[in-house]
């Protein structure tokens, strides 16, 4: 079973975490390319639209009698065949979202802390106690770990005052509770830094769930 050291703020080593082979034991590249087409998806806004033919502007008269002029008939001036004419089977307003089913989300997951753990991109501190609501403190504490690139902070504690506010301005920092870390999160940053109980406690989700598929599958 493999192990990670688990530092504090100034970078000295204060013990080691057990990681679960049902978690960090295999890489599947796939899931992870289905979950962050399927959490991209869910991002879009789908407020595109075109004008069809009852909303371009233009009266609805008939521009000349239909027959004996000549003329190729024509029933109205917003035509999609004419300029500025209405547009035929253009976008509309829609949602992007589909369904995924929730084993695969995990499966995902796992994959993709699995990935981070692979590269060396896994760091694991005590906590985040910080003194005082101060962005150059907390930039101080992220260079003693040695994250130097954008950086994704997991947190387990459902409010943390000092830490919300000085992770907030800082570029390339984002802060997520532990219970809405999604595989997309994790591989859009360079690094993941995860508090001890913040990954005691997805690892205990994750190891559960990877138990219950390997029973169903035996």
């Known amino acids: ?121 896994l760091v694991v501190v005590e906590n985040f106690e910080l003194a005082e609501i101060k962005a150059k403190a907390f930039r101080e504490a992220l260079d003693s770990l040695k994250v130097n690139g954008t950086a994704l902070v997991i947190e387990a504690a459902k409010q943390n005052r000092n830490l919300e506010l000085s992770s907030r301005n800082l570029d390339g920092v984002e802060l997520v509770h532990s219970r809405d870390v999604h595989p997309y999160h994790l591989l859009r940053y360079e690094s993941a830094v995860f508090t001890r109980p913040a990954l005691e406690q997805l690892q205990d989700g994750l190891k559960k769930t990877a138990s219950k598929r390997h029973t169903e599958v035996a």
Do not use: C
């Not at 970078?11 to 992870?32: P, R, S, W, Y």
């Not at 004419?82 to 829609?94: C, K, M, S």
């Open 1 to 121: 079973m493999a192990t990670i050291d688990v530092l504090d703020l100034s970078g000295k080593k204060t013990g080691t975490l057990e990681l679960a082979e049902e978690v960090f034991g295999a890489v599947n590249e796939d899931l992870l390319w289905e979950a962050v087409k399927h959490y991209r998806a869910g991002q879009r806004q789908g407020t595109h639209a075109t004008k069809n033919k009852k909303l371009v502007s233009g009266a609805g008269k008939k521009l000349w009698r239909q027959k004996g002029t000549g003329r190729a008939r024509v029933g109205s001036i917003r035509s999609p065949l004419w300029r500025h004419g209405g547009t035929v089977h253009g976008p509309q307003p829609r949602s992007y979202s589909y369904d995924f089913p929730r084993k695969k989300l995990l499966g995902a997951l796992r994959s993709a802390l699995a990935a981070k753990f692979a590269d060396g991109k």
